[in-house]
């Protein structure tokens, strides 16, 4: 059963920073593409950063782009997010999300998610 | 940045009436790059729809998407009692990915 496990969320001060986690596991995590999606609080779904395979493909929304850092270390089948100089529309939930793709075509959509973790910026 | 615009922001159906939400894009999307999701509240999103029209793995087939460029639609021929939530069309291009604001599926 694939799983994806977030981890890392809390309450940070604007300016701070917070690296979250995302433990994979019930696939071969090295061989997918892997995403970070948010939600703010009541509104929709943001797209955030994503990974490729061997790290070699990163891209990141104009919203972060120099202040996160996504990574991923396949040995632990772990995929992360640090982020820096956090400020307060920074506050959402970050899901972990795994690329989608059949045999050898990939959509470019999501087809798991994890539960989400929590990340508030307040002072 | 493509942009993705849903309507109706809310739709009050009943159980068993059939659901139409629109999807349009500020500028043509691959048909291969277009998906729909479904949110219930406190859960993960979960895919339905990925490449326009192709249900994912253990969707019903009440569950069908259509369109081509910059429209696009989902269609529930049926609707279930736990088909009322919030749905999402995402898009990718250009290395960028986008999502419309959803649409509320509630009970009328």
């Known amino acids: 059963e694939v799983q994806l496990v977030e981890s890392g969320g809390g309450l940070v001060k604007p300016g701070g920073s917070l690296r979250l986690s995302c433990a994979a596991s019930?696939?071969?995590?090295?061989?997918?593409?892997m995403n970070w999606v948010r939600q703010a609080p009541g509104k929709g779904l943001e797209w955030v950063s994503s990974?490729?395979?061997?790290?070699?493909?990163?891209y990141y929304a104009d919203s972060v782009k120099g202040r996160f850092t996504i990574s991923r270390d396949n040995a632990k089948n772990s995929l992360y997010l640090q982020m820096n100089s956090l400020r307060a529309e920074d506050t959402a939930v970050y899901y972990c999300?795994?690329?989608?793709?059949?045999?050898?075509?990939?959509?470019?959509?999501?087809?798991?998610w994890g539960q989400g973790t929590l990340v508030t910026v307040s002072s | 940045e493509i942009v993705l615009t849903q309507s109706p922001g809310t739709l009050s159906l009943s159980p068993g009436e059939r659901a139409t939400l629109s999807c349009r894009a500020s500028?043509?999307?691959?048909?291969?790059?277009l998906a729909w999701y479904q949110q219930k509240p406190g859960q993960a999103p979960r895919l339905l729809i990925y490449?326009?029209?192709s249900r994912a793995t253990g969707i019903p087939d009440r569950f069908s998407g259509s369109g081509s460029g910059t429209d696009f639609v989902l269609t529930i021929s049926r609707l279930e009692p736990e088909d009322f939530a919030v749905y999402y069309c995402?898009?990718?291009?250009?290395?960028?990915?986008?999502f419309g604001q959803g649409t509320k599926v509630e009970i009328k």
């Open positions: 500028q043509s999307v691959s048909s291969s790059y």
């Open positions: 999300a795994r690329f989608f793709c059949s045999g050898s075509t990939c959509y470019y959509s999501f087809d798991y």
């Open positions: 995402q898009q990718y291009g250009n290395s960028r990915w986008t």
């Open positions: 019930g696939f071969t995590f090295s061989s997918y593409s």
């Open positions: 490449g326009t029209s």
């Open positions: 990974i490729s395979t061997s790290s070699s493909y990163i």
